[in-house]
Structures are given as structure tokens and as C-alpha cells.
């Protein structure tokens, strides 16, 4: 008898067990990406000039530290689609623009679930985590 309880309640309470997994990965990533977007975005409004070099511009420099920031997270970071917009539209937000200069923008980070699942099975295919935050273009200066 015990054996056949156990026959039928052990897949269940595998798949409960999985499910569990899968879901504390998918609030995990969601967390990464909300950090890593807040970190960008706060980089975002400092001066940086005299830290990027001549061939990179403030958006690339502020996307490639929010692909760093997850890729040590071990998410890998050019699996991540990150776009820098202004805040009420979706144009594209050039952070060296000083005629952006106190105005709002948004910087969202998004990858499918399918890329980041630590199981083979799909059980959450088709879904997207995506983290957005608004902040006010200012600059505060760094100083060495």
C-alpha cells in the first residue's frame, strides 16, 4: 500500500519541487535586472566624461556596465536587450545630449525566460522578465 502512495505522490511532489525552483530562479533574474538597470541609470546621471573614451559614448558605456553588472551575476549579458528612452515616448535617449539635460528617461532590460532557465523543460516559454526604471538626467560630478 505504502508503495503505491508513494508511486503516485512522488512525481507531484517533484514537480512541486521543480515548479518551486523555477520560480525562485525567474524572481532571482527579475531581482538581477532591477538592480542592474538602478545601477545603469544611476551611472547614467553622473558626469562621466572624462572616464569613457573617445569611442564610446555615454548610452554604450551605461549599456555595456548594466551587461557587466548581470554577467556577474551570472546572467548572461548579451543575451539582455536594454534600451535607453525618454520617458514619455520610445525615441531613443542620447545621454550625452546636453539638450536632455533634466529631462526624464527610461532604461528597461528585458530577456526571455527560455534564456535564462536553469531546466531544459520550457515551463515558462513564451515569457519575458523585464525590469524599467525612470530617472532625471543630471549630472553630478566625479571627481578621482
Request: proline share 2%; glycine share 6%; with cysteine.
Amino acid at each position: 500500500m505504502a508503495t503505491v502512495e508513494f508511486a503516485l505522490m512522488a512525481p507531484l511532489f517533484l514537480l512541486l519541487i521543480l515548479g518551486m525552483t523555477e520560480a525562485g530562479h525567474a524572481f532571482q533574474v527579475s531581482g538581477d535586472l532591477c538592480a542592474a538597470v538602478r545601477e545603469g541609470a544611476r551611472t547614467a546621471s553622473m558626469d562621466l566624461s572624462e572616464v569613457t573614451s573617445s569611442t564610446q559614448t555615454l548610452n554604450q558605456k551605461v549599456t555595456q556596465d548594466i551587461r557587466n553588472f548581470l554577467s556577474a551575476n551570472g546572467i548572461a549579458g548579451d543575451r539582455v536587450t536594454i534600451t535607453i528612452t525618454h520617458a514619455d515616448s520610445s525615441a531613443t535617449f542620447n545621454l550625452s545630449d546636453e539638450a536632455n539635460y533634466l529631462k526624464s528617461f527610461r532604461i528597461t532590460a528585458s530577456v526571455p525566460y527560455s534564456q535564462v532557465s536553469r531546466l531544459p523543460a520550457d515551463y515558462l516559454s513564451g515569457r519575458t522578465l523585464s525590469f524599467s526604471a525612470v530617472y532625471r538626467m543630471g549630472r553630478s560630478q566625479v571627481t578621482n
